[in-house]
């Protein structure tokens, strides 16, 4: 009698192992996938601030630029306005 019952013990706790293998299995396969999927929106994530900082570079030098003609104007306009003097 007591043998059965321990047979049947080993039994269930077997079962209950490879239920659990089977379940860390499956957790670490999502952990993998999770993984992955984190590794893709970094390097997205990474491609996306350096078209950022590419486009504020050019940004800062249309400024520049735009700065450069707005003083250009303003002395042409003296000039201008002081050889009609």
Do not use: C, P, W
């Amino acid at each position: 009698m007591k043998l059965d019952e321990d047979k049947k013990n080993v039994i269930r706790l077997q079962d209950l192992v490879d239920k659990f293998q089977l379940k860390i299995k499956a957790y670490k396969r999502q952990a993998e996938e999770a993984e992955e999927q984190a590794n893709t929106h970094l390097a997205k994530l990474r491609e996306v601030q350096s078209e950022l900082e590419e486009a504020e570079e050019r940004a800062n030098i249309a400024e520049s630029q735009i700065n450069k003609m707005k003083v250009k104007g303003r002395d042409m306009g003296k000039q201008a306005k002081d050889s009609g003097e």
